[in-house]
Structures are given as C-alpha cells and as structure tokens.
C-alpha cells in the first residue's frame, strides 16, 4: 500500500534557526512528490514538484531535495511568516495523490 | 495565482438541511477533486472526476455526491445535513499531462461547514 509519512509533527524554531522537514514514502512508481503550504483555514498552496532522485527545488527561503525513499524541505534562517502546516503528496502513474498528515512549522519571533 | 474558486466560503446550516457546495475553476483542467480535512488534521479525498460525465468516489467514504456536466464546474451536494458533517471542504484540480499522469494541484479557499 502506498504509504507518505511526514516528521517532525510539530517544529518550533526561533527566526533565522534553519532547520528541514522530513517526507519519507513507499510508493511502487513514483511519478512526482509535490510539496505544499497551508495557512490555517486556507487550501494548500503550491510550492514544488520534484520527479527524480537527486533533484532540487528552490524558492526564496525554501529548499526540496529527492532521494529515493525520502524527501527533504530545508528553511534556512525562517522568518515567523514561514509558519504554517507544509504537506507533501506523492503521484503514482494512474493513481490519485497520496498525502502525508504535514508538518505544522511555528517561527518565533 | 490559482483561478480555482469555492462558494460559500462559510456555511451554518441546520440537521436536515439540502446543501451544495459550489467549485469552479477556469483553468480547463480535466480532473477535479473534493477533499474534506477536519482542524489540524489529514486531508481525506471523498470524490473526484476525470471529465465531463465522470465522477468517483475517494478513500474516504462519504454521504455526498457529485457532479460534472461541465469541465468547469464541480459541485458536491449533501441532501440532509448531520453534525457529523461538521468540516471543512476543499475542491481542487489538476492538469493531465499523460496517460494517469497530472500536474501538481491547485486547491480553492474552501467551504468551512458547520451543521447545527
């Protein structure tokens, strides 16, 4: 069965404390792993897709990173308006999206 | 920016109430979805639909249904609200790019449903 888990659950940082969300999957024919950010009582909101082992995604202060088992969102020196729950999803060829339950991120000022 | 939106963003409604909650999108995307994500908590696909004329349903079973009699057009209809549909409702799509292939989604604002 298709499987994406996300860790930490949780994560405070202090503003400028870098630190990386973790999104691991067991999927049998990945076709792209998506990340997205939710604000609380909004839809999620598209941040990058990632479709190979080794690739990379930058985007202001946000980095995604590919391995074959594992994906990696890296803030560097976050700010408190990074804070939200980000999501990662995975597409498997003719299959629907398969979310992980997100990272909730709080930066402190 | 996504073009995709929802009405009404908000909704209090009474037990046994017929209710729709409308999605749009001007995109042209083939395949829609509804999703219903409680506060904090995962989001659950309960249906979605390849085209004109194609619904099915999701992971999560549900007491809605569907439509699509138009590419733009996505609305999910409960005919007797309960309590228990307390949630909120978010409606998104994706581009096909290749046989059971698609790009990422864009999501709506979402309907926050609350049934007394």
């Known amino acids: 069965e298709d499987q994406v888990t996300q860790s930490p659950e949780a994560l405070r940082l202090q503003e400028g404390e870098s630190s990386s969300l973790n999104c691991s999957y067991t999927?049998?024919?990945?076709?792209?792993l998506f990340w997205y950010r939710q604000d609380p009582g909004k839809g999620p909101e598209f941040l990058f897709t990632?479709?190979?082992a080794g690739e990379e995604k930058e985007k202001e202060r946000l980095k995604a990173t590919l391995t074959k088992k594992e994906s990696f969102l890296h803030i560097t020196a976050p700010k408190p308006e990074d804070s939200a729950t980000y999501l990662c999803?995975?597409?498997?060829?003719?299959?629907?999206?398969?979310f992980g339950p997100g990272t909730r991120l709080s930066v402190l000022p | 920016e996504a073009d995709i939106y929802q009405t009404p963003r908000y909704l209090v409604i009474g037990t046994g109430k017929k209710i729709t909650l409308e999605c749009s999108q001007t995109?042209?995307?083939?395949?829609m979805y509804w999703y219903q994500q409680d506060p904090g908590m995962e989001l659950h696909l309960i249906h979605y639909?390849?085209?004109?004329?194609?619904?099915e349903k999701g992971d999560l079973s549900s007491e809605s249904t569907v439509s699509r009699i138009r590419t733009e057009h996505f609305p999910l209809t409960l005919e007797s609200a309960r309590p228990s549909h307390t949630s909120q409702y978010l409606c998104?799509?994706?581009?096909?790019?290749?046989?059971?292939?698609?790009?990422?989604?864009?999501f709506g604002p979402g309907t926050r449903l609350t049934v007394l």
């Open positions: 998104a799509s994706s581009e096909a790019v290749g046989e059971g292939t698609y790009n990422e989604q864009f």
């Open positions: 995109m042209g995307h083939d395949k």
């Open positions: 990632l479709y190979s």
């Open positions: 999803a995975v597409q498997v060829y003719g299959q629907n999206f398969v």
């Open positions: 639909s390849y085209g004109v004329n194609s619904t």
């Open positions: 999927v049998s024919g990945l076709r792209g």
